[in-house]
């Protein structure tokens, strides 16, 4: 149970908490890998292990993330890959009246995302997320990862906040592990980042399947 009493500041993240996190899965593992195969005349097999070891190479750092730094790498326009399956953009249910319910309780809401700066223009260009949020902070901009620990001092710099007293909602565990490591209250995971997956093992922290139950206790309705 959250004392939303004690909660000054929620922290968000994006891709895969707000944003159904089935546009990235789908794009990065099977639109990419389509696109590459065509683009290096490689069979779809052969493109899609090639890429998996180049991902699995550079997770958990701030490349991973990099529009830029794949598409120097793989030698295509990320951005334009994304624009062709950006109907896959969807917001995960009930965000929007979880993120006007959290205004109306005088929470600061800010965005956290790992995202990179086009990818994050992309999605919000594709949802009124921009307009539900009070302030939106990309990684990229701190030269370092969430899962990074030094991050979290970096992000204080510009967006103060008193960890005792600061939500943070995400869906990746080593990026709550790295929260929780750094001081932050209150964590809490995303069970299902995916709607078309089946629900993660979030067992180290709190998790929820959507925001539904959260707005009915921010707003104190429950029994």
């Known amino acids: ?21 089935h546009f990235d899965n789908h ?12 683009a290096k005349g490689l069979d779809l097999e052969a493109a899609t292990e090639e890429l998996m070891g180049r991902y699995q190479a550079v ?3 701030l490349d991973w993330y990099c529009v830029d730094h794949w598409s120097r790498e793989l030698g295509l326009d990320i951005v334009m890959l994304k624009q062709e399956v950006s109907h896959l953009i ?4 009930h965000v929007l009246e979880f993120l006007d319910a959290l205004a109306a309780a005088d929470k600061r809401r800010v965005l956290v995302t790992n995202a990179h700066q086009k990818a994050l223009a992309l999605k919000l260009d594709k949802t009124p997320l921009g307009d539900h949020l009070d302030r939106l902070l990309c990684a990229h901009d701190f030269g370092l990862p ?3 620990g030094d991050f979290w001092d970096r992000l204080r710099e510009v967006e103060p906040f008193d960890p005792a007293r600061t939500l943070f909602v995400d869906d990746s565990l080593s990026v709550l592990r790295a929260a929780a490591d750094y001081g932050i209250h209150w ?14 093992d979030m067992a180290e922290f709190p998790a929820v399947a959507d925001f539904s139950g959260l707005i009915t206790t921010l707003r104190g309705e429950d029994s």
């Open 1 to 21: 149970m959250i004392d939303w009493s004690t909660i000054d500041t929620v922290l968000l993240d994006m891709d895969g908490t707000l944003l159904d996190l």
């Open 146 to 148: 969430k899962e990074h």
């Open 90 to 93: 969807a917001l995960h249910p």
């Open 59 to 61: 997770a958990g750092t």
């Open 187 to 200: 964590l809490l995971a995303i069970e299902r980042p995916d709607s078309r997956q089946p629900a993660k």
């Open 27 to 38: 794009f990065w593992l099977e639109h990419v890998p389509k696109r590459y195969a065509q």
